[in-house]
């Protein structure tokens, strides 16, 4: 380090001559311009960047020079500095540039080499179709209910206006139990539908509005083949309110079918019988396949609706007032519908399968292309 | 109920074009399922006439006897010459008169006919059997018809081969549809056409000198109606018509008197009895049953009645249940002619029966004897009490016509009080049920349509008619104004419910729970839930397991298989062996449902459900009873593995699951709800006793992960090392998932420790972790197990586990000594705890 000298004259110091300046810098650009690669280029930066380079040298003589050479010298020094500076970022970025295309390169692999590590999973049709048909409903208010599946024959049958005696209820192919010595029970069967849950919605709620999806397994004395099992899930829906109709019902049932299966998709009732409902009807669904045009054009059969137009899906009606009233509800002030239907049928029409046994025997082979949700 | 179309047209005139599809569509839409319309003789085509058998012509000589006959079919064949016929059936005779189907004709099948070449002759056109014609398969052997008829005749006419059949699946609150009678009255409403109700007969009044009938339970037979008709000749045979009506019908003609019945049991839907009444002694007598009584039925069973059983009785004791099945004893007896003397013996005097019985008593006497019945089935449902007479007068009227019979003056009724029911509704209530406007006028007129008596203005009184014991409350005559007026117009509007909370917790929790161990790579199954003795042998089930005491099914789809699970895992392991099976080698898959436990019931209240009346709601009382009635049924949620966790592949080889695999899946359970989970070493079946782990929420118990044991791997045929979890979801959940704070990150720098303990082998990890976590204090962050070690540097029966520790203050960077200071304490602890010492 010099220290400022007043007598300094600055035509005596050689290093900061402008010939000398210009001289220090066009070699510090022609050694960058020579670097082959980084390594080169940082040894030509320490040359003629560093703190022993005869730039910076230079420039340290600088501050010994009276004030006008300062501004002149240090004018001259400054532009050579940033001239070199900016001729070394610019071969640092085509090094740098080059250095990256030739390793990344060596770095390439194969990305369509398989990767199938970590072992996909699948829930069940059943379940998240079962889930999607809960969501559309507690979109619209409703509560989901669920209920035990060995249930009260009570609940089951006789709150459901099928009296010991009824004919249907000897139509049910009801599973009946045993205790564990072997001896028949009294009054507790497997449930041949989930309606045992509306029976405990209604007991459970201390007046209406009540309105309630139920959705779940239940168990009919079928033998399995490719269209029945004799464990199957259902859904069911009750409302009860003041004023409900038939219109309403018929309304709820649309909405559904729109919200499965798309807008323009409509249901219709034709009249049947049910205890527990009083009007009963069978529901039916426009055909989502062929929207009903495969009726009577040979030419465009369709195999999902047999070229009928219509898919049978279920049951409903309004809830007979006797099942009210053993529910403690009044008839004359409330009234309710209710329907309810198959997910398994559902699943096979919605989705092409063609054999209840691959819904119910558990090859994943089955399971896995229904991912998460459905 | 089979419908023959053109036995409906005698009562309604439909339009003369309007073909059974048409008549189906107007059926269903007024609520009959009509299931099909047969066509019958749809694609038949004459010449199908009448032949007389001239001369047979026994052919030998091949493998079956053949027949070369010449029969007379008259002007049918252009000739007025014999056909020369060849035949293969035996059962006619030169003389008898045959259906002869002739060249050009054209056979349902369709089977078209032509002269041909057979066993050495030409055969000009065929003899006819039932089957071959469509009218049925019961009969081998050719039709033999009644000696009136001319030849060539046609015989599509004669045999009324060409008809329409509607089946029609009647239910169970429409038993009047069980009749031609019923359903076309739905018809003549479709069309707004009068109907000619074959009921409205001309019958003598009741008088004292019928055939002796004493009712004794007038609430089991409110109707008893009685006829005699003497002389009938036992040889008489079913006229062809009516033996046509009641095949088309579905049944099969069995003997005149019986055809008879059944004819207008189907024509106007009142079961009939006939006897034989020669072998009736005494009066009839409708009672119960007494103890220890038997009755051989038609059918040949003898049965042992039950004392709630509605009996027909003579002198002699029961002769008949009572609107189900008659007794073999007074059953019309078959002609019998006596070889010696030429002379026919059979039933000559017969009492027909036409009564009303209660529909409980018959449905339940239908259940105990396991004996339904084309009568039983009309009871159970509901029979006109008035249609009796008429249903008498029929069958008598038809013994007379076709049997030679001769009625009897005496008409026996009787008939118990029968209080006329009426329902009073507002004459609106159609419209508020349907959500339509209907209006005053309709209601009345689609009421009266289907036989109602309606009074009144704005109330209407109400009385439904006696074909219509279903019409009871005032919701039954909305649906008859809706269903007639049609479904298919009805408006379509949503309710408005109030606001709905979403899902519960327990909803949300399965979501989660599927998705997460779905996204885990478990595949759902849906399992049976039945399940055998076997399988809980194989597991090694001590014999007081409660997994053992089951609910069983009193009737189970398979004997190998007759209870409920009381744990998930014997369904899952059966979907993994069956997967397996099919060549699948990496399986894992996961379940959620219910089992169904006996244990932690009361035994006192368990399958004793009270049968609680339907008038009221039950109270709370009852309705704890019922519940009290059930077994416990938790829902479980179980994962089984085998084979491979991660596949072999490019990168090496795969890993194989283990335990830790079933242990992890408990965790991804956990997690999805939000509980801390801690594993202790256990031995539990069906596990591997040193591979099994139990799983804690807290102290409380809530499943088993590991390994399965070796045996029970090997006697349910699984793969090697198969792994298995359950758990209990409510026990998990069962002090709710913890509410989380929002944590607050330090901003200060980590300090990280390592420490490495020497324990006894047998020492839990989970012991040593416990230890470090309590003695290291507040300011560690995170522990980790890196590395478990065993060998010979450490010596036998001991292992060493290396930790990271990662330190952190919330307010201040730490000093080394704090670092050092908290590591130090955590060792102590674990030395304290667990006897380990710091590895050199
Ligand atoms: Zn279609």
């Given at each position: 380090?010099?220290?400022?000298n007043k007598?300094?004259?600055p035509?005596?110091?050689e290093?900061?001559?402008p010939?000398e300046?210009?001289?220090?810098r066009?070699?510090a650009?022609?050694a960058f ?7 080169a280029?940082q040894?030509?930066?320490v040359a003629h960047?560093?703190?022993?380079s ?7 003589e ?6 006008q ?6 004018q001259?020094?400054?532009q050579?500095?940033?001239?070199v500076?900016?001729a070394l970022a ?8 080059e250095?990256?295309a030739?390793v990344l390169?060596e770095e390439?692999?194969?990305v369509t080499?398989?990767f ?7 829930r ?12 559309i409903?507690?979109?619209m208010?409703?509560?989901v209910?669920?209920g ?9 049958f006789?709150a459901?206006n099928?009296?010991p005696?009824?004919p ?6 009801t599973?009946?139990?045993?205790d564990a ?5 009294d009054?507790?069967v497997?449930?041949t539908?989930?309606s045992g ?5 209604m ?9 309630v999806?139920c ?17 199957f ?8 309110d ?10 709820t049932l649309?909405?559904?079918v729109?919200s499965?299966f798309g807008?323009?998709?409509?249901t ?5 019988y049910?205890p527990f ?5 069978e529901?039916?669904?426009v ?7 495969s009726v ?14 219509w898919?049978?899906l ?6 007979n007032?006797r ?5 403690g509800?009044d ?7 209710a329907?309810g ?13 063609e ?6 025997e558990g090859?994943?082979?089955?399971t ?7 | ?5 053109s ?8 339009p003369a074009?309007e073909?059974?599809r048409?008549l189906?569509?107007?059926?269903v ?6 299931e099909t319309?047969?066509q019958?003789?749809?694609d038949?085509?004459g010449?199908l ?6 001369a047979i ?11 070369y006959c ?6 049918a ?7 020369n016929?060849?035949?293969g059936a ?5 003389g ?10 054209v056979l349902?099948?369709?089977f ?17 059997s039932?089957r071959?014609?469509?009218?049925g398969?019961?009969h ?7 000696a009136?008829f001319?030849p060539?005749t046609d015989?599509?006419?004669l ?11 009647v239910t169970?609150d429409?038993?009047?549809?069980l009749?031609v009678r019923?359903v076309?009255?739905e018809a003549a409403?479709?069309?707004?056409l ?8 001309d019958v003598?009044?009741?008088?004292s ?8 339970d007038?609430a089991?037979?409110?109707?008893f109606v009685a006829?005699g008709?003497?002389g009938?000749e036992?040889?008489?045979?079913s006229p062809?018509?009516?033996?046509r009506?009641i095949?088309?019908?579905?049944m099969?003609?069995i003997?005149?008197?019986v055809?008879?019945t059944?004819y207008v ?7 009939l ?10 009066a009839i007598?409708v ?8 009755l051989r039925t038609?059918d040949?069973?003898?049965?042992t009645?039950?004392?709630e059983?509605?009996?027909i009785c003579d002198n002699s004791g029961?002769?008949g249940?009572?609107g189900?099945m008659?007794g073999a004893?007074?059953?019309?007896a078959t002609a019998?002619?006596d070889p010696?003397t030429?002379?026919v013996?059979?039933t000559t005097?017969v009492v ?5 019985f ?6 339940r ?9 084309e009568?039983?089935?009309?009871f159970?449902r509901?029979?006109?009490p008035?249609a009796?007479?008429a249903?008498?007068?029929r069958?008598?009227?038809?013994l007379?016509l076709?049997a030679g ?6 008409v026996t009724?009787?008939a118990a009080p029968h ?6 509704i507002?004459a609106?209530?159609p419209d508020r049920v349907?959500g339509q406007e209907y ?5 009345v007129r689609?009421?009266?349509e ?10 209407l009184v109400?009385?439904?008619?006696s ?11 909305a649906e008859?104004?809706i ?10 509007t949503?309710?408005?419910?109030p606001?709905?909370k979403g899902?519960?917790e327990a ?5 989660r729970t ?10 759902e199954?849906l399992?049976?839930?039945f399940?055998g003795e076997t399988?809980l042998?194989?597991?090694g ?10 609910v069983?099914?009193?009737?189970p789809?398979?004997d190998e ?12 392991l ?7 099976g099919r ?5 894992a898959l996961f379940e ?7 244990d932690g019931?009361d ?7 009270p049968?609680?009346p ?5 109270t709370d ?12 049924q938790p ?17 090496g080889k795969g890993r ?11 965790r991804t359970v ?7 989970l ?9 596990w591997h ?8 929420v807290?102290?409380?118990l809530v499943g088993h992960?590991?390994?399965l044991h070796?045996r029970?791997?090997k ?6 090392r198969?792994?298995?979890m359950e ?6 959940t ?5 509410h ?8 200060f ?6 420490v490495a303990?020497?324990?006894d082998a047998?020492v839990?990890?989970a012991?040593?972790e ?11 962050e ?5 590395d478990?070690y065993t060998?010979e540097?450490?010596?036998?029966d001991?292992?060493s ?6 330190f952190?203050a919330?307010?201040?960077?730490l000093t080394a000594?704090?670092?050092?200071g908290?590591r130090e ?5 674990a030395?304290?705890?667990t ?6």
């Amino acid at each position: 380090m010099s220290a400022p000298n007043k007598s300094y004259d600055p035509v005596e110091v050689e290093a900061l001559k402008p010939e000398e300046i210009e001289r220090l810098r066009d070699e510090a650009l022609a050694a960058f311009e020579a670097a082959a690669d980084l390594a080169a280029l940082q040894e030509a930066k320490v040359a003629h960047t560093g703190d022993r380079s005869p730039l910076s040298l230079a420039n340290r003589e600088i501050g010994a020079l009276p004030p006008q050479a300062k501004k002149e010298a240090g004018q001259r020094v400054g532009q050579a500095r940033g001239a070199v500076n900016k001729a070394l970022a610019e071969r640092r970025a085509v090094l740098e540039a080059e250095r990256d295309a030739r390793v990344l390169t060596e770095e390439a692999v194969d990305v369509t080499l398989p990767f199938d590590r970590a072992p996909r999973g699948a829930r069940h049709p059943l379940t998240t179709l079962s889930e999607r048909l809960g969501d559309i409903f507690t979109a619209m208010g409703y509560a989901v209910a669920e209920g035990p599946e060995v249930e009260a024959e009570w609940l089951n049958f006789d709150a459901l206006n099928m009296g010991p005696d009824h004919p249907a209820r000897s139509t049910q192919d009801t599973f009946f139990l045993k205790d564990a010595t072997g001896h028949s029970t009294d009054g507790v069967v497997l449930r041949t539908h989930t309606s045992g849950v509306q029976i405990r919605s209604m007991l459970a709620a201390s007046e209406p509005p009540i309105y309630v999806i139920c959705p779940g397994r239940v168990f009919r004395s079928d033998e399995l083949d490719a269209t029945h099992t004799p464990v199957f899930s259902q859904i069911e829906l009750l409302a009860v309110d003041e004023g409900l109709t038939m219109a309403d019902l018929k309304g709820t049932l649309d909405h559904m079918v729109v919200s499965l299966f798309g807008e323009g998709m409509k249901t219709r009732l034709r009249p049947n019988y049910f205890p527990f409902t009083e009007p009963s009807a069978e529901m039916d669904m426009v055909c989502f396949n062929c929207r009903g045009e495969s009726v009577g054009n040979p030419d465009r059969p369709c195999r999902t609706c047999s070229s009928e137009g219509w898919i049978e899906l279920g049951g409903c009606g309004m809830v007979n007032p006797r099942v009210l009233i053993a529910c403690g509800i009044d008839p004359n002030r409330y009234s309710g519908f209710a329907f309810g239907f198959g997910i398994e049928r559902l699943l096979m029409f919605r989705h092409n399968v063609e054999d209840m046994r691959d819904i119910v025997e558990g090859d994943v082979r089955f399971t896995l292309p229904f991912g998460m949700e459905i | 109920m089979r419908v023959p179309l053109s036995w409906l047209r005698e009562y309604v005139d439909l339009p003369a074009g309007e073909s059974g599809r048409d008549l189906a569509d107007k059926l269903v839409r007024a609520g009959l399922e009509v299931e099909t319309v047969e066509q019958l003789g749809g694609d038949l085509k004459g010449p199908l006439v009448v032949g007389k058998v001239l001369a047979i012509e026994e052919l030998t000589g091949f493998k079956k006897p053949i027949r070369y006959c010449q029969v007379d079919v008259g002007d049918a064949n252009g000739t007025g010459e014999p056909q020369n016929i060849v035949c293969g059936a035996r059962n006619f005779a030169v003389g008898d008169k045959v259906v002869v189907v002739l060249p050009g004709a054209v056979l349902p099948g369709p089977f078209p006919i032509s002269a041909r070449q057979t066993y050495g002759h030409t055969s000009e056109g065929m003899i006819c059997s039932a089957r071959e014609l469509g009218m049925g398969d019961e009969h081998d052997g050719i039709i033999v018809l009644p000696a009136e008829f001319t030849p060539g005749t046609d015989a599509i006419e004669l045999l009324e081969l060409v008809d329409e059949v509607l089946d029609i699946a009647v239910t169970a609150d429409r038993g009047y549809c069980l009749s031609v009678r019923g359903v076309a009255r739905e018809a003549a409403i479709a069309y707004d056409l009068p109907l000619s109700d074959p009921a409205l007969l001309d019958v003598p009044p009741a008088n004292s000198y019928g055939p002796l009938v004493k009712v004794e339970d007038p609430a089991g037979c409110d109707r008893f109606v009685a006829r005699g008709v003497v002389g009938i000749e036992p040889t008489a045979l079913s006229p062809l018509w009516l033996q046509r009506r009641i095949q088309k019908a579905g049944m099969r003609p069995i003997s005149l008197a019986v055809d008879i019945t059944n004819y207008v049991m189907l024509e106007l839907g009142q079961p009939l009895h006939a006897y034989d009444r020669s072998r009736i002694d005494g009066a009839i007598t409708v009672r119960r049953a007494r103890a220890g009584e038997k009755l051989r039925t038609l059918d040949g069973v003898e049965r042992t009645l039950d004392v709630e059983d509605l009996l027909i009785c003579d002198n002699s004791g029961p002769i008949g249940l009572a609107g189900v099945m008659g007794g073999a004893g007074t059953e019309i007896a078959t002609a019998v002619e006596d070889p010696e003397t030429g002379r026919v013996s059979g039933t000559t005097e017969v009492v027909v029966e036409a009564a009303h019985f209660d529909p409980v008593a018959i449905a339940r006497s239908v259940r105990r004897h396991k004996l339904p019945s084309e009568a039983a089935k009309r009871f159970e449902r509901g029979v006109d009490p008035e249609a009796g007479k008429a249903a008498a007068q029929r069958a008598v009227d038809l013994l007379v016509l076709v049997a030679g019979g001769t009625a009897e003056a005496g008409v026996t009724d009787i008939a118990a009080p029968h209080p006329v029911h009426s329902i009073t509704i507002a004459a609106d209530h159609p419209d508020r049920v349907a959500g339509q406007e209907y209006g005053r006028e309709t209601v009345v007129r689609r009421l009266q349509e289907v036989g109602c008596t309606v009074v009144g203005g704005d109330v209407l009184v109400v009385t439904p008619p006696s074909w219509r014991p279903d019409l009871t409350d005032p919701n039954d005559l909305a649906e008859e104004v809706i269903r007639l007026e049609g479904y298919a117009e009805l408006p379509s509007t949503l309710p408005t419910p109030p606001a709905g909370k979403g899902l519960t917790e327990a909803q949300r929790l399965r979501r989660r729970t599927g998705l997460a161990l779905a996204g885990a790579g478990y595949v759902e199954v849906l399992n049976y839930p039945f399940i055998g003795e076997t399988v809980l042998d194989a597991f090694g089930l001590d014999a007081d397991d409660p997994r053992r005491e089951t609910v069983k099914l009193a009737n189970p789809i398979s004997d190998e298989e007759p209870s409920l699970r009381t744990t998930l895992l014997p369904g899952l392991l059966a979907a993994l062996r069956r997967n397996v099976g099919r060549g699948a080698t990496d399986v894992a898959l996961f379940e959620q449902g219910l089992a169904f436990r006996v244990d932690g019931t009361d035994p006192g209240t368990l399958f004793k459900a009270p049968r609680l009346p339907v008038d009221r709601r039950p109270t709370d009382e009852e309705i704890a009873q019922l519940d009290a009635a059930l077994p416990r049924q938790p829902r479980r949620v179980a994962t089984v593995l085998a084979g491979n966790r991660e596949p072999d592949g490019w990168w090496g080889k795969g890993r194989a699951a283990t335990w830790a695999d079933a242990v992890e899946s408990a965790r991804t359970v956990a997690a999805a709800a939000g509980v801390e989970l801690t594993v202790r070493q256990d031995q539990h079946a069906p596990w591997h006793p040193g591979r099994c782990a139990a799983l804690y929420v807290g102290e409380t118990l809530v499943g088993h992960a590991g390994e399965l044991h070796p045996r029970t791997v090997k006697a349910l045929h699984l793969p090697e090392r198969t792994c298995a979890m359950e758990l209990d979801v409510e026990l998990l959940t069962a002090d709710g998932s913890g509410h989380v704070e929002g944590p607050r990150i330090s901003g200060f720098p980590v300090a990280t420790q390592d420490v490495a303990l020497v324990v006894d082998a047998a020492v839990p990890a989970a012991e040593v972790e416990s230890a470090l976590r309590a003695g290291a204090g507040p300011l560690l962050e995170s522990l980790r197990l890196f590395d478990v070690y065993t060998g010979e540097q450490i010596g036998a029966d001991k292992k060493s586990l290396a930790y990271a520790l990662r330190f952190r203050a919330p307010d201040r960077t730490l000093t080394a000594d704090e670092a050092s200071g908290a590591r130090e304490a955590a060792i102590a602890e674990a030395v304290a705890r667990t006897g380990a010492s710091l590895r050199g």
